[in-house]
């Protein structure tokens, strides 16, 4: 168990620039997911933490050992892989103790080790196959033991289950969380699926570009993203941007592409020195409501729907408002007809205000 | 790591290098004392010989008919080794054994097969062959098509291995489709399967032009050594063998070189091993 | 399998396959038939009410026998195993690390390299006998085994470097990159995991070097000298051979024989044999 602490971490490739400058402190015991959209230089940095890649520049230490210069096998972490990895010469039971056997670890402790794991991971049953023997699930689950038995400082995971099908994929996440629970090891976590992140993370970095936008935990970038992008890309369906420009009438408002809204009392200040600029308007799907007669008019809008997509627990609208494009999520009740006309009222506080030109958040 | 690669390199370059070096020399085996560097002269020689010139004819010619006869057997067997069926040990077995089998063996058999030398049971009937084809075509034919023979029968299994071998690295999807969208099996099999073949069928060809160039061995023990119809590389054997003209013989083998690269460079448009990407 | 009428499957199916086969193993009952004749039916005129060309009513050992006691083929057998046996395990063991590196290791020129390994197997040994003579020569390895040992990874080892360089190509890094993490050097990790992985890619390579050697004919013509000396193909045609006389029924026997071994590999090894190939050129 040990902290895992990046500083202005680089890595170049001979013309891409894939990591830039990344500053991390994991802190022991803590769960960090990476998230970020493919080639944003998450899976790099995890590597570049596994010694897998070489670092460009900067520092990477694990525990209080500076380990640039440390092979991966003295690094003491474990790493699940995306295609599992997994030896296909080998038996579950080899695959599982074949870190400890290279590590000279007496035959009865590797027994007693690997036995705990498969019991943790209800694969006692298993430990005679081979991989090729398994279902996605199962050897899954073999990936994650051989990575437990190993009692390292930390867990490593690249993408572990974007392998399997969206059921099973929940299922494991679950038994993941659960395991950390129960095993408190520091773990780096990688995937492009903004729902793992938030679910898994402690805390949660997300990555574009090879740079970090926004370390924090997650239901903080829910609510308060840095920037446009995090924005848009937590929360499912993504967040809607509308190119609006503030002016004043009587209070502040936000008026573009064909809509005008007012602006909260709670955002003026701070927007205050915006007015007569552009900006970017960003409303969740679900700070859109339909409106009752008690909603105040300068809150609201009028769309015109285009698309019902009812999912059961709740429906989502696919929307034209003025000379844009809205997604809302509402309660299932609703009954709502395409090309019907629906008056929309929105959440003032929770609206969320971007410069258009840094796509920093106001 | 990088020293084995050195090494295999070396293995190759050093004998090319001592090859160009030699044909640039008068160097025999016979002669007095050491070589002496003549310059392009052996080249010069070369290129004013008409047994030269007949050489490579007859080569280019052989390599033609082989390899046409190579690549159509190897395409039909392919597509009938792919289908899965209760005899395919057997099949796969007859595929390998005339490649596996010894070449300078089963050329005797061959040569016993259809040049009997002796008054045996059925010398009559295969003698009768060979005048009649030699009467049609000249002296020493009936030869020459034994050596063609015995290389397809030899080369064209391997052929069809190596292209069933592609035909499974074709996804069946492929195949699936191509039921759905044609009429009939023909149209299938010029639609997608040759062109989806086709980088194979390059490699192929290019494995049989350097294998049919290599068959001086073929040639050598079907004609019983005497060379009627010479072919560029039994020649050069020949020259540095048994008179030990190794700068001639050098020369006569460089000479094969443009050949094959010209070979290359049409066949790699075809196929391109710089297509794997880098993982 | 795709529904068809009956009697287009004969015709497009089982007829041309009956063909192929019996075409491709018709020289193979010829040898048989050749070496289990007696003399007094090889030599019988073909007008003869008795001929029978192609059975035998009488077979006979004979052939073998004489095969075995008046000439050294024993000991041509054992040549053969010891300098082809010799040549594979050094052509497998810097293929395998130079397919390895080729397919692993990120140096510059890596790929170059690897296409002209590819370039070279293409080339014809026609271009290197004649200076790998010379060498023999100069180094004075004529008619001992080493002559040909030496020789024959020429063409062997480009050929087996590139066939397992596609293999381990097909291998995902990452089962390497975990073997790394959980404690191997790279060494280990290819020894541990890549080569038992590559068993077939192996094997398959083993093989063709293996038949390749054994099969070899103009080197060990020219190469070996003496009789005793000498590799099975060459021994059966220069010993059995004399002038324009043909002992066919021995030279019969001794093909025969002498291919046992690469037969049996091939049956036994069928299978791996194809999955290497289709392996490694997939990759």
Redesign the interface.
Known sequence: MAQVMMKDLNKKYDEVHAVKDVNLHIRDKEFVVLVGPSGCGKSTTLRMVAGLEEITSGEITIGDRIVNDLPPKDRDIAMVFQNYALYPHMTVYDNMAFGLKMRKFPKPEIQKRVQDAAEILGIQELLKRKPRQLSGGQRQRVAVGRAIVRHPQVFLFDEPLSNLDAKLRVQMRVELKRLHDRLETTAVYVTHDQVEAMTLGDRVVVMKDGWIQQVGEPLDLYSRPANKFVAGFIGSPAMNFIDVSLSDAGGLWAEGQGLRVKVAPAHATRLSAYKGQKVTLGLRPEDLRVASGGDPAEYTIDAVVDVVEPLGSEILLDLRAGQTTLVARVEPAVRAKVHETIKFALVPDRARFFDTKTELAI | ??P??A???G??A???A??IW?SLTDFSSRAEGGPVFVGLANYGRLLGDTWFWKALATTLGYLAVTTTAKLVLGV??AL?LA???R?R??????????W???????V???Y??LNP?????????MGNVKHAVDGVLGAGAWAFLSVMLFNV?RGG?FTA??L???L??IPTELFEYA?LESRSAWQRFRAVTLPLLAP?MALAV??SF?TA??D??NVW?LTGGRIIFPVV?TY??WL??KSGQ?AE??TW??A??PL?ALG?VVLFRWFD??E?T?? | ??IEKRWKTWVF?YI??AV??V???F??Y??LI?AIRPDA????????AT?T?FWTLQPTLEHFRDLMAKTTFPRWLWNTFFIAVASTLISLF?GL??G???AR???PMA?T????????Y??????????????IRNFQLGNTPWALILTY??FL??FC?WLLMGYF?TIP?ELEECARIDGATRFGAMTRIIFPIAVPGILSAGIFAF?LS??E??YA??FLSSPERKT???G??SEL?RG?I?F?GQ??A??LL??IP??LV??FF?EY??TG??GS???
């Open positions: 790591m990088a084995a690669g090494l295999v390199l293995i190759l050093y004998p090319v001592w090859e030699a039909g067997m009938l289908r899965p069926s005899l040990a057997l099949v796969f077995l007859a595929v390998f054994l005339p596996a089998y010894p070449g300078g063996i089963t005797i058999a061959w016993w097969m030398p002796l008054i045996t049971s059925y010398s009559v009937f029968w299994s291995v190596f069933l071998a592609g499974n690295a039921r194979y290019f494995l350097t160039f290599a001086l061995g023990m590389g050069a054997y540095a063998v190794l013989a050098a083998t460089l094969l070189v094959l290359l091993p710089h794997e880098p993982a | 399998m795709v199916f041309p396959l192929f086969v075409g491709t193993l020289p193979f010829w040898m050749t039916e090889l030599y019988r005129s073909w007008r003869a001929n060309p810097c690390l130079a390895y590196a080729l290791l990120r140096f790929g390299l690897g296409t002209s390994i590819f370039v070279t293409l080339v014809p040994p026609t271009l290197l006998f004649i200076p790998l003579a010379d060498i990874p020429t080892i480009p470097t190509k890094k038949t054994w099969n004919f103009i013509l020219v099975v193909p060459v059966v045609v051979i324009d043909y066919w030279l019969m001794g093909a002498g291919s690469v037969a091939y049956s069928v044999y194809v190939l289709t050129v997939k990759g």
